[in-house]
């Protein structure tokens, strides 16, 4: 029986910024996580139009981006309501959603779980285990605001994809290890993925 360091759900919808979750992924796997992915209809259209994913046969997409590592990615349909994370009787570590669209945000905090991504945050809810949102939309309006406030309520850690500067970013990769090290901080998993403030910082200070 292989023994996992956790159990984490990760969701990604069709908010701009799948990097940010495919880089999730892949960093919990290569540390030794299991990883239950969802992703929407509307995550797959972003792979396609932002990374240039063919996404025809998507098992072999799975395959190919989360391919090393020690640890497991478990794939599963939106639909698929028998998958075990839409019970609160499996042992889901945690979970997290990014990129969050808007429309999925509105749907976890309506309850409606109208899919199996909506129906796990909704168990991570009611069995208060730790659930944590990337919402990715700007500007944000009233109900986007409210939706938000009315999760963080209920104990929903709320981390916007904002990259930080002070470690003085040169590529894309370096915005993106930012934001995706912020949202391991607050699953409780170590990384290096960026310099912390205060640490290394004799050559750049101010």
Known sequence: MTVYKGIYTVGITGASGAQYGIRLVQEMKKKGYKVHLVITEAGWQ????????????????????????????????????????????????????????????????????????????????????????????????QIHLENMLKLSKMGVTILPAMPGFYQLPKTMDDLIDFVVGKALDQLGIEHELFTRWGEERDNHSR
């Open 46 to 141: 972003v792979f396609r139009e932002e990374l240039l994913i063919q996404t025809d046969d998507r098992k072999m997409v799975i395959d190919e981006l989360f391919a090393a590592g020690d640890g497991e990615v478990s794939f599963h349909q939106l639909d698929d309501y028998t998958a075990p994370i839409a019970s609160g009787s499996y042992q889901n570590t945690g979970m997290i959603i990014i990129p969050c669209s808007m429309g999925t945000l509105s749907g976890i905090a309506q309850g409606a779980s109208g899919n199996l991504l909506e129906r796990t945050a909704d168990v991570m809810l009611k069995e208060k285990r730790r659930l944590v949102i990337v919402p990715r939309e700007t500007p944000l309006n």
